[in-house]
């Protein structure tokens, strides 16, 4: 007499007398229990799915950490030291007097996994110095940076290697000729184009470099610095994130505005 099979595994008899016995099939799969050539096992299934499924790694995610601290000497070498110890990659470090005397405000811009970025925050809460840890992450920011670039005025001789690199060797003096002053023109003209594309400002101007000042969030400084390379940088100084939570608007919903901003980072639009 046949066996009769249930909804999920059953079980096949084998057919004609040949002495074969019943056989655990998983009918929903057709896996057989038994090793047929050609045929996965059940333990070839199960293998899999434990030792080969490859292992979901947290993707560094960059936090911005806003710490009120005492205003007192040597607190930011304490900050500054735990997170070094612990290993934590500190990617911009500011920090300023607030309009309370007592009180001094930290910007720490950290790049890590969620997980350690939660470490970070609680173990800067221990402090005895630190009044407050406030994790921007996620949150609908205003984050600003400034940055000032020297630009050289002369254009770098096609033959130096170094002076497309913002090197000074081998670069000539201040232009002589009627011709060199108009290839520095066009040079510096250049430079002004792409200062009013970022919004940059003049701040000085001589015969040999130029220096432009930028303030804005921290992409668009890096691309203003990029762009301004092959012109010849000959110093560059940033100040470092300072960040503030925006303010919400009255019948606003800030969760759809969050998704919007996921959805489009306004860091990767050209500048204007």
């Given at each position: 007499?046949?066996?009769?099979?249930g909804?999920?595994?059953?079980?096949?008899?084998?057919?004609?007398?040949?002495?074969?016995?019943?056989e655990?099939?998983?009918?929903?799969?057709g896996v057989?229990?038994?090793?047929?050539?050609g045929?996965?096992?059940?333990?070839?299934a199960?293998?899999?799915?434990l030792?080969?499924?490859?292992?979901?790694?947290?993707?560094?995610?960059r936090?911005?950490?806003?710490?009120?601290?005492?205003?007192e000497?040597?607190?930011?070498?304490?900050?500054?030291?735990?997170?070094?110890?612990?290993?934590?990659?500190?990617?911009?470090l500011?920090?300023?007097?607030?309009?309370v005397?007592?009180?001094?405000?930290?910007?720490?811009?950290?790049?890590?996994?969620?997980?350690?970025m939660?470490?970070?925050?609680?173990?800067?809460?221990?402090?005895?110095?630190?009044w407050?840890?406030?994790?921007?992450?996620?949150?609908?920011?205003?984050e600003?940076?400034?940055?000032?670039?020297?630009?050289?005025?002369?254009?770098?001789?096609?033959?130096?290697a170094?002076?497309?690199?913002?090197?000074?060797?081998?670069?000539?003096?201040t232009?002589?000729?009627?011709?060199?002053?108009?290839?520095?023109?066009?040079?510096?003209?250049?430079?002004?184009?792409?200062?009013?594309?970022?919004?940059a400002?003049?701040?000085?101007?001589?015969?040999?470099?130029?220096?432009?000042?930028?303030?804005?969030?921290?992409?668009r400084?890096?691309?203003?610095?990029?762009?301004?390379?092959?012109?010849?940088?000959l110093?560059?100084?940033?100040?470092?994130?300072?960040?503030?939570?925006?303010?919400?608007?009255?019948?606003g919903?800030?969760?759809?505005n969050?998704?919007?901003?996921?959805?489009v980072?306004?860091?990767?639009?050209?500048?204007?």
């Amino acid at each position: 007499p046949g066996a009769r099979l249930g909804p999920a595994r059953g079980l096949a008899a084998a057919a004609g007398g040949n002495g074969r016995g019943l056989e655990r099939v998983d009918s929903f799969i057709g896996v057989s229990t038994r090793n047929k050539p050609g045929r996965r096992t059940a333990e070839d299934a199960v293998n899999n799915i434990l030792y080969n499924t490859p292992v979901s790694k947290e993707r560094p995610a960059r936090h911005i950490l806003s710490c009120l601290v005492d205003n007192e000497p040597g607190v930011l070498s304490k900050v500054s030291g735990l997170l070094s110890a612990r290993g934590f990659n500190i990617d911009s470090l500011t920090v300023s007097a607030t309009d309370v005397k007592e009180l001094s405000r930290m910007t720490i811009v950290l790049v890590g996994p969620d997980t350690q970025m939660e470490q970070a925050t609680r173990q800067l809460e221990d402090l005895c110095d630190v009044w407050a840890v406030v994790d921007y992450r996620g949150q609908s920011v205003l984050e600003r940076e400034l940055a000032i670039v020297k630009v050289s005025c002369i254009p770098p001789p096609e033959d130096d290697a170094e002076a497309t690199h913002g090197g000074l060797f081998n670069r000539p003096k201040t232009p002589q000729s009627y011709e060199e002053m108009m290839t520095s023109h066009f040079h510096r003209q250049a430079i002004l184009d792409i200062a009013k594309m970022f919004g940059a400002n003049v701040n000085d101007v001589g015969s040999e470099s130029i220096i432009l000042e930028i303030v804005s969030w921290t992409k668009r400084v890096d691309a203003f610095i990029r762009i301004l390379q092959p012109y010849g940088i000959l110093e560059a100084a940033r100040s470092g994130v300072i960040a503030m939570r925006r303010s919400t608007v009255a019948g606003g919903d800030d969760d759809d505005n969050d998704e919007a901003k996921t959805l489009v980072d306004m860091a990767d639009l050209p500048p204007g």
